[in-house]
């Protein structure tokens, strides 16, 4: 019973273009919202998060974006940069303690 | 200065043998996490330990028990391992209070032969 889907396993980019990655929840009580990024033989390192209050949250070349109505969010990267190929984990939590749900990630390829 | 560190970062070892893997954060959070990364790259959470107390258990075969001998540390210790039991483990941790991210340790690619 996958809570968080993201259906893409892979993606490529040209460098300075835009990189969407999306990702689904199916879980109403999921609250907070969190994207990780991943470089091998590496833990996920945290990047951006957002609070279902919100509807947006933008962090430099990083903005997800969230649509409750839809359980779907987004994170753009603009411009892209090929240091930022890497696996990308979609991730959320309810309110109190629960600990993070993961979807099974995107490869994002920023070709240069 | 890692802030959440593991050890080993390779293990090998033989169907049967006994193995722990250690986990200690620097961070001053009061909440610790087991994850396993599989074959599929799903990150499923397989323990959770608040203030050193078991707060979740997920379904977990019994052969792997988690050890919290403070709240700066959680290890976990694996008896006779089984070839399925191949996979990243991955340590976490973060505050309790909903609303925070966790911060990951780099990884134990454990690899049963």
């Known amino acids: 019973d996958q809570q968080v889907k993201q259906n893409s396993p892979s993606l490529s980019v040209q460098e300075g273009r835009i990189s969407i990655l999306n990702c689904d929840y199916t879980?109403?009580?999921?609250?907070?919202f969190l994207w990780y990024k991943k470089y091998p033989a590496e833990g996920p390192t945290f990047l951006i998060s957002?609070?279902?209050?919100?509807d947006k949250n933008e962090d430099g070349r990083f903005t997800v974006f969230l649509n409750k109505s839809a359980k779907h969010l987004s994170l753009h990267i603009v411009p892209s940069q090929p240091g930022d190929s890497a696996v990308y984990f979609c991730?959320?939590?309810?309110?109190?303690?629960?600990?993070?749900?993961f979807g099974k990630g995107t490869r994002l390829s920023v070709i240069a | 200065d890692t802030a959440v560190s593991q050890t080993p970062k390779y293990l090998v070892t033989q169907m049967g043998n006994d193995k722990s893997i250690k986990c200690e954060q620097n961070l001053g959070h009061d909440t610790m996490y087991w994850y396993k990364q599989d074959s599929k790259k799903f990150l499923k959470i397989m323990f959770s330990?608040?203030?050193?107390?078991?707060?979740i258990n997920e379904t977990v075969p019994n052969r792997f028990s988690p050890k919290s001998p403070d709240k700066a540390h959680l290890n976990l210790h694996i008896n006779s391992l089984e070839l399925g039991d191949s996979a990243v483990y991955f340590c976490?941790?973060?505050?309790?209070?909903?609303?925070?991210?966790?911060?990951f340790g780099q990884g134990t690619r454990l690899t049963v032969v």
């Open positions: 330990y608040n203030n050193k107390e078991l707060i």
């Open positions: 976490a941790s973060t505050w309790l209070q909903g609303g925070t991210e966790a911060f």
């Open positions: 991730a959320a939590s309810a309110s109190g303690n629960t600990p993070l749900v």
């Open positions: 957002i609070s279902s209050i919100k």
């Open positions: 879980n109403s009580m999921f609250d907070y």
